[in-house]
């Protein structure tokens, strides 16, 4: 919000107060000051003249000679403009004036006439293009009225104060206008604010004369709709004064009746909107949905197709309006208008932010309309803008006005106890400082003996309870002002969940074998899975949709980290890094639904990728310390049928039936679609599944007594058999003396046939009672060899 000081000095007397202690108090009460902005210019003997004679150049066809009145004496300048007639005042550049970004102005000769000085433009006085307005682009500046001859500019046109830019939270609308901020300043600085008295001096006839009819036939999208008429309109150029206070504003001066309206709503916070009400059909307004598909062709003349969630101003046959928008092309006010209707109404704060965003349409009106603005600021600033219309002499005020929907409103009220406000704020401020800053800030109240009754004002829809009463004494009272102190309270302890251990266990022990963190954004593209060649049934598609998207990219929450971590893998490859070992461990979404219209299950997730050193069996060891550290069982099934993973490098990983995740070597194609040229290998588990099986009670064995005796054996079987299956087969049968048996090796090549591969294991006996024997192992490995020759073929090397 960009807020003139000059202008904010007509509501509250701040003439002693320098702006620079202006901006940083108002900061210091909640008002954010951003930055202050000059409005002084380089520019320096530039007066105010009046053209009174024009004749053609006598050698130059498209230049002209004008003897200009600057008051003290009259000067010949030699100008090109096309935008000037004699009798127009027009800013003169004197010999040696300074102008921004033109430097020195000397007298000259132009083509054999003397020049001694310059026309200027809005550009060539500094002003910003956005708010020049049209009839002034590329011309001269003309006034708009009479002006003394032979006055710096600078005091003409306001070329000398400072501007405000503030910052304005969602919860404060008020504060998008000027009276908002003035009634903060009063408060601020304990100064009178003083808003302005609405009085038309001379209406004529009755509104009901003009106006046909006026409903709501949606209450839901407009709550009230406030109109006045205005006759004998004569459009044309706004004052000077009123098209300064819009510029310095931020706002492009464009007719009086738009300028009025404009002026209206950044002094009062209320948009309003003026209708040309003879291209009303009928002279009827009929605020409604929009028809399905309705197009209707706005100011900017772009055609927009409407739904039936917005709301339309209409006439009887056709919507004129994007209510709370912007106006429709049709029934603008054009040079010709005669008759206008000025509306000023309350409508649906969402229903203007879903149109606007939809529509890829906002505008000063629907960024304050999408807030929660009082209703019962809508007649107050109608007849605002009508006392405006009046005094510049744009027209003549019709008597009455039509009022429909909600007129009527409940007084809210909150109660502040003193004490409370005390222990809140941990310091003691008098009952009496408290009522009088309330009453500063046009909260009502007084002190009935035990607590003060304030009076909500209808502006202020952020108050609702006694704690935000004791904000507003606090932020006024000064916060800075409040000497600091310890909190007081119960001291509160809290503990990590046993899955948050399970995660930190899990990350200190990869922290220690070298691997890094990494976080990535829940939010991902649907393309990501695509690239990792999901099947188009896969589960891992039905993912939830995010319904306002920061962009295509971030517009599903993701069912597996596989993806990112890919990404991330690719960008540490791309930046040079020839090995890494990275993991995350975040949540993932899942719903039990699809199309998902419930919230999804969040699932707390391990993913590992590594690449450049190392391979499976390095990141399978990585997981196997893991599940030994917490004592869980877990098996390593071949999986081929993952289209992400390469068909014979991959596992599926068990604890007991249970599938918990999976390991494996990134299939070729999907590295590739990743830009990925390295062997990548990642697993990815489910760590609320795998934490059921955890277990950190340690079972202590005493030292053996007795030594082991070990038998190694290679074993050829066929390629298809599982190093897995000949572990499982050998625990379920073998004897109580079978301590442990490991694989150690595999081979195949010279001396093994075709199809077929040598295993190598390490069986481990030991009795706890006694010393073995060679002859009673012997008979006891021929005998498992001989299971596993019958079970598997295997043939013993």
Known sequence: MLVPINWLKEYVDIEDIEDRVLSDRLTMTGSHVDSIVSLEKKISKVVTGKIIEMSKHPHAEKLSVAKVDIGS???????????IEVGDYIPVALHGAVLPD??????????????????CSYEELGVEDKLIPKESKGGILVFPNEVELGRDIKEVLGLNGQVLDIEITFNRPDCLSIIGIARETAATFNRKLHIPEVIIQN???????????????????????YAKVIKNVKIGPSPLWMQRKIMDAGMRPVNNIVDATNYVMIETGQPLHAFDLEKMKNRKVIIRRADEDENLMTLDKEIRKLSGDMCVIADESDAQCIGGVMGGYDSEITDNTKLIIMECANFNPKSIRMTSKKLGLRSEASSRNEKALSPQNVSYANERVCQLIEQIEAGTIVGGHIDVGVTKFEEKKATLRPYRCTELLGTHIDTEKMLDILNLLDIKSHFDGSKIVSEIPHFRPDIEQEED?????????????IEPKPLKGVLLKGNKSNLRCFEDGIKNYLSQSEFCEIMTYSFISPKKYDLMNFAED???RESVQIINPLGEDFSSMRTTLLPNMLE?????????????????IGNIFRSNEFPVTTLPNEISTFCAGIYGKGDFYTLKGVLENIFNKYQIKADFKVLENNPAFHPKRTAAIYVGSVLVGIIGEVHPLTCELFNIKEKVYITEINLEKLISFKSVERKYAAIPKYPSITRDAALVVKDDILVAEILEEIRITSHQLLESVNFFDVYKGAGIEEGHKS??????????????????????????????????????R
Do not use: W
Not at 73 to 83: F, H, S
Not at 203 to 225: A, F, G, Q, V
Not at 473 to 481: A, H, K, L, P, S
């Open 102 to 119: 033109k430097g020195i102005i000397e007298s000259s000769e132009l083509r054999g006439i003397e020049s001694q000085g310059m026309m």
């Open 73 to 83: 004496e009259i000067l010949q300048i030699v100008t090109g403009a096309k935008n």
């Open 469 to 481: 009463l004791i904000e507003e004494v606090g932020r006024i009272y000064g916060f800075e002002n």
């Open 759 to 796: 295993i190598a294991f390490s069986f481990v006996f030991r009795s706890k009672e006694r010393t073995l024997n060679d002859e009673e192992i012997g008979h006891l490995f021929n005998k498992i060899i001989d299971h596993l020759s019958e079970k598997f073929d295997a043939v013993l």
């Open 538 to 540: 896969s589960h891992l």
């Open 203 to 225: 209406p004529s006839e009755d509104i009901h004369d003009y106006i046909n009819e006026i409903r709501i036939d949606s209450p839901d999208l407009c709550t009230r709709y």
């Open 568 to 584: 991330v893998i690719s960008k540490n490859i791309n930046y040079g890094s020839k090995s890494a070992k990275l993991y995350e």
